[in-house]
């Protein structure tokens, strides 16, 4: 594949694929100033939860969230609207710019060999209070969109906080606020549930947010609300929205890390827990109750994978997690499973101590050898 250019009002080229980004002068100006959508989402296929909007974009606001289309021609526009986001654009799977903050813009991908082409579009960061919206592909002159390519047939819903958000994971330094700040150190589709489901060919949602716990916040933060409060959306910062899941959203594997932010700072003053052995309990109950919602929305064949790791200074996440699995399989349910995913190889130089790009692949490493144990029905 030729390399290409990469038009747009507002381009980054990567200096690599998973590493920091540089800025890049457009060779000319793209696009009309406020685009409309290219076509309906028929003509290319959504990973992820979105909603549709009166004009014919459709909006999203979890981190991952990724349309793939298919051309022919020399190349492709991207039509968007989105001052609070990052992207990367692949064509033919390889990575060959990062959007950041475009705005309301088309960016084009040109100078390719006149052929068949594939393209994705993957939002790298997190927006919960700031919705994207994305209007489609379009084609170069004397190209045509193609039709989408096929649903994977495997499917995998990861749950999670940041840790699955893949937050600062591209960093190398812990203090990001001279780095371009988290945003621009954080992409999703090199996090660890990413990393997997690629390499087994799934169709993946990352449902994560940061911050967010089962039933506490980090460090107390925004009582009376976690990541139970928002799951069920499309649109995060709307009020009592609801995803209207498609029926072909179908996944055999749903893997649910949550529990960092619950015991990872001590109580405060004035919670609702008195002791760490209420917030236990708590935590317990909340999340049999979670696991009923996932087993009333996937059925009995869905595996659900319960996942852990190390938090300063405490056991009771790990602790507490695996026994609430087993008190699962006590009551009958066997396709439920625990996953500890510490390793003594993570050295955590992510963006404010998070696990970095070789920890995520690390992490990824470990739940492969994990799901390779596990009875999938894919």
Not at 80 to 103: E, M
Not at 250 to 270: A, K, M, Y
Request: aromatic share 10%.
């Amino acid at each position: 594949m030729r390399t290409p250019r990469v038009l747009s009002r507002r381009a980054v080229l990567t200096a690599a694929a998973a590493g920091a980004v540089a800025a890049a002068s457009p060779s000319h100006a793209s696009g009309a100033r406020s685009p409309r959508p290219a076509g309906p989402p028929a003509t290319y296929r959504t990973v992820g939860r979105v909603k549709e909007a009166a004009d014919g974009f459709v909006q999203y606001a979890w981190p991952g969230i990724a349309f793939e289309g298919r051309f022919r021609g020399t190349g492709v526009g991207i039509v968007l609207d989105d001052a609070a986001n990052d992207y990367d654009v692949q064509i033919d799977g390889r990575t060959v710019s990062t959007l950041v903050t475009p705005g309301r813009t088309t960016s084009w991908v040109d100078g390719l060999v006149d052929t068949g082409h594939g393209v994705r579009l993957v939002k790298r960061t997190e927006s919960p209070w700031a919705a994207g919206r994305f209007g489609g592909f379009i084609p170069t002159r004397g190209g045509v969109i193609l039709p989408p390519p096929a649903p994977r047939r495997r499917q995998i819903e990861f749950i999670g906080d940041s840790f699955t958000a893949g937050y600062g994971n591209v960093s190398g330094t812990r203090d990001c606020s001279g780095n371009g700040g988290v945003d621009r150190n954080s992409n999703a589709d090199l996090a660890f549930g990413a990393l997997t489901a690629k390499r087994l060919r799934a169709d993946y949602q990352q449902n994560a947010f940061s911050g967010r716990g089962m039933v506490r916040n980090y460090n107390g933060g925004e009582p009376g609300t976690d990541y139970r409060t928002y799951y069920d959306r499309a649109l995060l910062d709307v009020d009592g929205d609801v995803w209207r899941k498609p029926g072909s959203w179908r996944p055999q594997l749903v893997v649910i890390g949550l529990g960092i932010n619950d015991f990872s700072t001590p109580l405060d003053p004035g919670e609702r827990w008195a002791t760490q052995d209420d917030l236990v309990a708590a935590y317990a109950s909340a999340y049999h109750g979670f696991l009923d919602t996932l087993r009333a929305r996937y059925g009995t064949r869905t595996f659900l994978l319960v996942g852990a790791t190390a938090v300063s200074g405490t056991t009771a996440f790990a602790d507490t997690a695996r026994r609430v699995v087993q008190e699962r399989d006590a009551r009958g349910d066997g396709r439920i499973g625990y996953w500890y995913y510490d390793d003594p190889g993570l050295d955590r130089l992510g963006c404010d101590w998070h696990p970095s790009l070789h920890d995520h692949q690390i992490i990824s490493g470990l739940l492969d050898r994990r799901l390779a144990a596990l009875p999938l029905d894919w």
